[in-house]
Each structure stands twice: as structure tokens, then as C-alpha cells.
């Protein structure tokens, strides 16, 4: 066994999830997506709420995340 072995850390299975939301359905998530692009997310999540009390997505994607995800707004 070589010290590389012996002292790499094992694989993490930590994903990072891309939020964007927009207010109306006249507007367009594509830009929001674009600028999360750039941290390579596996998993997007993309809502149209108006109000601050009723976003459904944001609370459903935190309560499935695991240790180590990371949400990216």
C-alpha cells in the first residue's frame, strides 16, 4: 500500500443544486441559469413564486439534501 493510499480521502457524493427564481411567467430563468453554470451544478431547481411566503421548492430541496450539498442561489 502506498502513503497516496493510505491517506486519500474517500469520494464525497456532495452535489451542488442550482436555485433561480423569477416573480412572473413573463420572465426568464435562462440568465440566472447561465450565471449558476459556473459551478458546475448537477441538479437545477427553477420556480416562479411573487410572493415570499409561498415558495415550495426552496423548503422540498433543502429537506432532501444530504451532508455536504450545497445549495447555490
Not at 14 to 38: F, N, P
Not at 45 to 58: L, Q, Y
Request: proline share 4%; hydrophobic share 40%.
Amino acid at each position: 500500500m502506498t502513503a497516496l493510499t493510505r491517506t486519500a480521502a474517500a469520494p464525497s457524493n456532495a452535489i451542488r443544486i442550482g436555485y433561480a427564481r423569477v416573480s412572473t411567467r413573463a420572465q426568464d430563468h435562462l440568465l440566472q441559469m447561465e450565471a449558476l453554470a459556473v459551478v458546475h451544478y448537477r441538479e437545477a431547481v427553477e420556480e416562479t413564486a411573487s410572493t415570499r411566503k409561498d415558495r415550495p421548492e426552496p423548503a422540498a430541496t433543502v429537506t432532501r439534501m444530504r451532508a455536504g450539498d450545497t445549495l447555490v442561489i
